[in-house]
């Protein structure tokens, strides 16, 4: 294969998981005048001075989510970024990821000021959004950073470049319509139109010195520098996410590829993976130390009847169905678990169970994530609703979801209680001493260390 049609691959794989992405956020992503009872909820708490408990869990819980919608928009952008700024891709070819990439902007401000208008006429839920909630994940003063972001100068032209940029292109970019892939994207840009024309009325309306505007907009190519602003604009907030001083930026994974072969030896179909990035940005947004989990399938160099068709295998040839914010996937192992840290749980099933559970986790394959973390429907699903709707109700896995604003989920943490509970095995942990791998009471010493009592004494009285 040629560095152009690599190249081209490359491309195609990262608009596709970018535009699934954007239609999921999209869809979950609620209109302003759908929302009266919430409004009228904060007027209330900003009458009275202060939330109500069920009020409070509430906002955490919506506040929570926004977060994580708009991480997975930023890193979206991101990762387009990469791609349109390699300067190797015919102008052509550039335009889908303009469109994808700005279709994530568009909601991702659109979702922004509405935050922002809401919290900013209520003192009372500025303050609540601003404070620090170890359980929900929320960090410290998070709504000033969001705000200060919105509101300055320079993002708001940034993003009116780009405005512009897509009126003078908007045939172009309609007629990648034809284009079965690109047609949603092309689709949400029309409906998002009229909140685009609206943000560029706003931002006129700052009363920005017109000088500095054209300062801005002058030495801009067509396309580079159109891109490159927006992709500035969105690295510098992806950073502001990262939890700081937990690793240097671009530092490498502690389970590298040795590693990686090393634990692939040891497990089985249906060891679920829970797993950890250091610096991921929805570390600072889901509660406790582990927020992650992926279900892995087994071996097969080649596409098989019950997992359809496979992307190419990587040397390992090893695969895992795990959403993520592009969706329900079969992944190869090489994406999956480039991670700091892991640790591997054997669910107490054998034989035809086993099978029965992963046939059915299969079935979710192709599935949109469900940024609002709701499990009381399946036609959208996070992490561990993968693992839940696969193996819960084949004895004796039985899973308890967890009410949380009135939305029913099993977040990581919860996952890990329940599994010890119903005899989930540990098999092996890795990362969490260094990049070593660690099974037996290794395994479960360094374990312990990231887990609260409950589920300390369940393994312990286990072992």
């Known amino acids: 294969m040629s560095s152009g049609d690599q190249m081209d691959e490359q491309m195609r794989q990262v608009l596709v998981a970018g535009s699934a992405t954007v239609l999921a956020a999209a869809a979950v992503i609620p209109q302003q005048d759908s929302l009266h009872g919430e409004i009228a909820m904060c007027e209330a708490a900003a009458a009275r001075g202060y939330f ?6 509430w906002v955490k ?3 929570s989510q926004y977060l994580g919608l708009r991480a997975s928009l930023l890193a979206t952008i991101e990762e387009l970024g990469v791609i349109a700024g390699a300067g190797r891709v015919e102008w052509n070819s550039r335009q889908p990821l303009f469109a994808t990439a700005f279709a994530a902007a568009c909601i991702l401000m659109r979702a922004n000021r509405f935050i922002v208008d809401l919290a900013s006429k209520h003192s009372v839920l500025w303050k609540k959004l601003d404070e620090e909630d170890i359980m929900c994940g929320i960090p ?7 705000y200060q972001a919105l509101t300055s100068p320079r993002n708001q032209l940034r993003f009116l470049n780009a405005v512009d940029h897509y009126s003078k292109q908007r045939d172009k970019i309609f007629a990648l319509a034809n284009d079965s892939d690109m047609k949603p994207i092309v689709d949400l840009l029309e409906k998002e139109e009229p909140f685009i024309e609206k943000s560029r009325r706003e931002v006129v309306k700052r009363r920005i010195s017109y000088r500095w505007f054209s300062f801005l907009r002058s030495h801009r190519s067509a396309w580079k520098n159109v891109m490159r602003g927006m992709f500035e ?3 510098r907030a992806v950073s502001e996410l990262r939890q700081p001083g937990i690793k240097a930026m671009g530092a490498p994974k502690r389970i590298d590829a040795d590693l990686q072969k090393e634990i692939l030896k040891l497990v089985q179909p249906g060891d679920v993976f829970v797993t950890r990035h250091d610096d991921a940005m929805s570390n600072l947004f889901l509660p406790g130390f582990w927020p992650h989990a992926a279900l892995f399938l087994g071996k097969t160099p080649n596409s098989t009847l019950d997992w359809g068709e496979l992307p190419s295998a990587d040397e390992y040839g090893a695969w895992f169905l795990e959403s993520k914010k592009d969706g329900v996937k079969v992944r190869p192992s090489s994406e999956t678990l480039a991670l700091d840290a892991l640790v591997v749980l054997r669910p107490p099933l054998l034989g035809p169970d086993l099978q029965r559970g992963l046939q059915r986790a299969l079935t979710h394959r192709g599935k949109p994530y469900d940024f609002l973390f709701d499990f009381r429907t399946a036609d959208r699903l996070v992490c561990t609703e993968v693992i839940y709707r696969g193996f819960h109700g084949i004895s004796p896995c039985h899973f308890q979801l967890r009410e949380v604003g009135g939305r029913l989920c099993l977040p990581a943490e919860e996952f890990i209680d329940q599994a010890l509970d119903i005899g989930f095995q540990l098999i092996l942990t890795a990362g969490l001493e260094g990049d070593v791998l660690l099974t037996g009471p290794d395994a479960e010493r360094a374990f312990r260390a ?5 589920a300390m004494a369940v393994l312990a009285t286990s072992s």
Do not use: H, Q
Not at 52 to 57: G, I, K, N, R, Y
Not at 450 to 454: H, K, Q, S
């Open 61 to 63: 819980l919506r506040y």
């Open 233 to 235: 604009v969105s690295g």
């Open 140 to 146: 410290r003063k998070s709504f000033t950073t969001i």
């Open 52 to 57: 109500l408990p069920d009020e409070d869990e």
């Open 450 to 454: 990231t887990r609260p009592a409950r």
